[in-house]
């Protein structure tokens, strides 16, 4: 989230009741069960944990277009197009919000910001804004000098009748009218340096410094606007308005009644510059590119059942226009948009954040955080791991992970830390290897930071591991089960052990039945601090229907093969040196495989431990598990599915499709599959999935099966010590 977190600590309470009446009544009557769950635990959640706000990025990508904007790119293409048709449709569901073109990232490569659109509403359900629009790509009527000198005069004269000082002049910019004011009672210094100064160039023309986005005039009480005219389509044009960095909402709204009545002359009106103030009386929702998608930074919301109205409205709209949250592969497989689904959480105003109000509350978080790995993978992308986009703090250095646990007990032993204290104590260990604070499972770079100019010192943690909710009601579920967690830690005082999951972590917790194992044990925990999670809501959470499976029956015994978790490395140079490019290189390659059996009967079978399954020829351990339904046997498999053209270990060979066989020492018959990365026939899929049903046949087709005579079969080979762990078996140690 970018600057959109309230002020609440102004307001009286009474006030509470009208902020939400306008866009947020139908909420407070919702009907269906789902939401009916989500408003109980909002009521407990906020009654032990008063204030907890909760945001959200998400990103939406045209699923069926292999044009590169949709593949890897952040720009080109049709993607502006589409965010603002998007734009347009939540224009018009908010009729007196404005509309303003602000800056978006800059990476290095990358000569001038991103484009970044806003959307700037009133949350008491009064327009903001009743103004000429922004154009939004449509067509209006045309603009001519008449108009705009006008336009000049009225805005000149609406601005001295607030008493504030000001001064009109000219430049050779591309913006050359420009009018330079303070909004307190300190003269305008006239020298040739200010002129200097206040004839700069647009910010959108401008590369962001390295420092960050900051208003030099502004922050000496001088702001400047600058106005001209933009050719916006069909050789018309319309008027440009660049706004400074206002203090606050108040000089903002003051401004914004002030330019209504003189845009009022003009037909069309274009608001750019940097980004507006944000408190509790407004919210603030941005459009912005990403690699391969769209980005939508929400405006926050006080509790999970605003959140998931306006999801749900988010979600229609987004699929009006074209844009999907989720991908179909060519072999069937669904993945998110990928673009990821960040959650933020904070308080009403930055001052306010739980994180920062409630002693020992942000230590506790990663403790618990670290002490079940099922909240950072279950539900993350497909690329997790210590150089992924969001690694744990015991996926980097052990030097590191030792250090932290010291950087706790200091944080924890403080009775009220500073918000400075808590960051600079435990900001370097949420960071990944580069020391890169952004990229971070737990990210706490706008918590209290000094270095990040505007948007540092927010009161927030940003919770990165969790990849594109498919629907509105999944994400809404991962927000209560984010909140509900604070809010449980926040009442504990029960102390908690830093747990060091050595290599366990990514060998047992790659699989996923130690994940819902582990899940279970947080719903457990929730459930004994009185915040538990609803039937439909740990439904929504656990159901993975596009998932990658399958499972087949044979004699008695039932075979799951699933896809499970793998931890791509880095390839290449050192990380500073990836640091600087706009991507960087893994060997994604490797796949790994969780293969489970059952009986089939729901009573025990004895003669259940005797069952073989062979991997490639290769005899595959098994571990012996229980869970709700009884008995089970499983094993992990690591290879690799396929030649990189840059990767690590050439040595090693591809092993698909892989061969299973499934057999009993007291049965005649095995059961012989073949795992397949593609169409099993070899040849090319003639395009697409055209839908999900589509896509789960093609996944269906690439698993066959077939029966064997058990006497023909060779002795399974037992596979080297070194391709054993304690959860399964790495063949790329298997060079047969």
Request: glycine fraction near 8%.
């Amino acid at each position: 989230m970018v600057s959109a977190w309230f002020r609440f600590d102004e307001l009286l309470s009474s006030t509470l009741v009208v902020v939400f009446m306008g866009e947020f009544a139908s909420v407070q009557t919702a009907s269906d069960p789902f939401s009916q769950e989500i408003a109980t635990l909002d009521s407990a959640i906020e009654s032990r944990l008063p204030g907890l706000w909760v945001g959200a990025e998400p990103t939406f990508t045209v699923r069926d277009s292999e044009q590169p904007e949709w593949l890897s790119e952040a720009l080109g293409g049709d993607k502006e197009r589409l965010a603002w048709r998007l734009m347009a449709r939540l224009h018009e569901r908010h009729p007196g919000a404005l509309v303003l073109r602000t800056l978006g990232r800059q990476y290095p490569g990358e000569p001038h910001p991103r484009w970044s659109i806003g959307l700037y509403e009133s949350r008491d359900g009064e327009p903001l804004w009743q103004g000429p629009p922004d154009p939004l790509g449509e067509a209006f009527d045309p603009l001519d000098d008449k108009r705009l000198i006008a336009f000049m005069d009225h805005l000149l004269h609406g601005l001295s009748t607030l008493g504030w000082p000001i001064h009109p002049f000219k430049t050779q910019d591309s913006l050359p009218h420009r009018l330079v004011f303070r909004v307190d009672d300190q003269p305008l210094q006239h020298s040739e340096e200010a002129i200097a100064r206040w004839s700069r160039k647009s910010l959108h023309l401008e590369p962001i410094p390295l420092s960050g986005l900051v208003d030099e005039l502004a922050a000496e009480g001088e702001y400047l606007l600058a106005i001209g005219t933009r050719d916006c389509g069909d050789g018309e044009a319309c008027v440009v308005l660049e706004l400074p960095d206002f203090p606050d909402v108040a000089c903002f709204r003051a401004f914004v009644k002030i330019l209504e009545p003189a845009a009022a002359l003009l037909p069309a009106l274009i608001l750019q510059g940097f980004p507006p103030p944000v408190d509790a009386g407004v919210a603030w929702t941005t459009l912005t590119p990403d690699p391969a998608v769209i980005e939508i930074n929400q405006a926050p919301y006080p509790d999970t059942l605003r959140f998931l109205a306006a999801s749900r409205r988010l979600y229609a709209d987004c699929e009006a226009v074209g844009l999907s949250p989720y991908r179909l592969q060519y072999n069937g497989t669904e993945s998110d948009s990928g673009g990821g689904g960040q959650f933020t959480l904070g308080g009403a105003s930055p001052p306010l954040s739980p994180f920062l109000t409630c002693a020992g509350l942000l230590p506790r978080l990663i403790r618990y955080w670290i002490a079940h790995p099922a909240l950072s993978y279950a539900f993350g992308p497909e690329y997790l791991g210590g150089s992924s986009q969001s690694p744990r703090p015991d996926e980097g250095l052990r030097s590191l992970f030792r250090e932290l646990k010291l950087a706790l007990f200091l944080v924890e032993r403080e009775a009220d830390p500073e918000p400075e204290f808590i960051w600079r104590s435990l900001a370097p260990f949420l960071a990944d290897a580069s020391g890169n604070t952004h990229r971070s499972d737990l990210n706490i770079e706008k918590l209290w930071n000094p270095y990040l100019p505007g948007r540092g010192r927010q009161g927030l943690v940003e919770f990165r591991a969790f990849r594109m909710a498919p629907t509105p009601e999944r994400a809404a579920a991962m927000t209560l089960l984010l909140r509900a967690l604070v809010a449980m830690l926040a009442m504990s005082e029960a102390p908690l052990e830093l747990v060091d999951w050595g290599d366990e972590l990514h060998d047992r917790f790659a699989l996923p039945h130690y994940l819902a194992q582990d899940l279970q044990a947080v719903f457990s925990d929730l459930e004994a601090a009185g915040l538990g999670l609803g039937e439909r809501t740990r439904q929504v959470l656990l159901e993975e229907p596009a998932r990658t499976r399958w499972q087949v029956d044979f004699s008695g015994c039932r075979l799951q093969i699933e896809r499970a978790l793998e931890f791509w490395p880095l390839v290449g140079g050192d990380a500073e040196v990836q640091e600087s490019g706009g991507s960087r290189l893994v060997d994604a390659s490797t796949a790994r495989w969780q293969l489970l059996l059952r009986p089939e009967a729901t009573t025990e079978d004895p003669d259940f431990a005797a069952w073989q399954l062979e991997v490639d020829g290769v005899r595959l351990p098994l571990r012996e598990e229980r869970d709700e339904t009884g008995v089970l046997r499983l094993g992990g498999v690591r290879l690799r599915e396929f030649e990189p053209w840059i990767g690590l270990h050439p040595g090693v060979k591809t092993r698909m499709p892989l061969t299973l066989l499934l057999r009993h020492p007291q049965l005649p018959q095995a059961l012989r599959l073949q795992l397949h990365a593609w169409q099993p026939a070899g040849l090319p899929y003639p395009g697409l999935p055209a839908d999900r049903s589509e896509a789960a046949a093609r996944r269906e087709e690439r698993l066959t099966r077939e029966s064997v005579d058990a006497a023909s079969l060779n002795a399974a080979v037992d596979p080297p010590l070194e391709a054993i762990s304690g959860y399964g078996l790495d063949l790329r140690w298997w060079l047969g």
